[in-house]
T-cell receptor
């Protein structure tokens, strides 16, 4: 499975959009990009996933570059409850094992 | 999203005892479940893959005789930490893979975790 690179931490003002980048330059054609988040002392929560098209759901949007070497998770209106560690994971197919990196610790501030 | 439960949510035990943690998928049948461990300020580490009706597959460096996994039904997997020691104190999290009918949604749903403290 392709390795991902994320900034270790980011800050965002409450109410503003949070844009979390992920680099996956070695991704192959049939590998998916998944995003999970973990709020302190809880199990990870699924956010969104995509293959090559941009995706949007009730939680977030996922923008994948045309060459698929990077992606951005967008939380359109961040709230204090969005403070968490966000993990970008690339897996071979929807049945692959999720291997977690260090993620990005997002702090949403009032 | 789908619901995965874990029991207990926290447990404190004495060194040398065994502790069993249950993981249940409440609204779907999961042929595959996963067990992770997380130490403070670290990321999740995959311990093993649990397949219903067959032996678990352990990641490199994880002792299969110490961490016994039983996936006896399509909704239940258990992790038993045998002869627990203080270094086994950690946050244990399970996840369940949803069936193919949910294609287009998340493949793995996570439980809330179990905090184990070994005295």
């Amino acid at each position: 499975d392709a390795k991902t690179t994320q900034p270790p931490s980011m800050d965002c003002a409450e109410g503003r959009a949070a844009n979390l980048p992920c680099n996956h330059s070695t991704i192959s054609g049939n590998e998916y990009v998944y995003w999970y988040r973990q709020i302190h002392s809880q199990g990870p929560q699924y956010i969104i996933h995509g293959l090559k098209n941009n995706e949007t759901n009730e939680m977030a949007s996922l923008i994948i570059t045309e060459d698929r070497k990077s992606s951005t998770l967008i939380l359109p209106h961040a709230t204090l409850r969005d403070t968490a560690v966000y993990y970008c994971i690339v897996i071979y197919n929807q049945g692959g094992k999720l291997i977690f990196g260090q993620g990005t610790e997002l702090s949403v501030k009032p | 999203g789908a619901v995965v439960s874990q029991h207990p949510s926290r447990v404190i035990c004495k060194s040398g005892t065994s502790v069993k943690i249950e993981c249940r998928s409440l609204d779907f049948q999961a042929t595959t479940m996963f067990w992770y461990r997380q130490f403070p300020k670290q990321s999740l580490m995959l311990m093993a893959t649990s397949n219903e009706g067959s032996k678990a597959t352990y990641e490199q460096g994880v002792e299969k005789d110490k961490f016994l996994i039983n996936h006896a039904s399509l909704t239940l997997s258990t992790l038993t930490v045998t002869s627990a020691h203080p270094e086994d104190s950690s946050f244990y999290i399970c996840s369940a893979r949803s069936p193919e009918s949910r294609t287009g949604r998340a493949t793995q749903y996570f439980g809330p975790g179990t905090r184990l403290t070994v005295l």
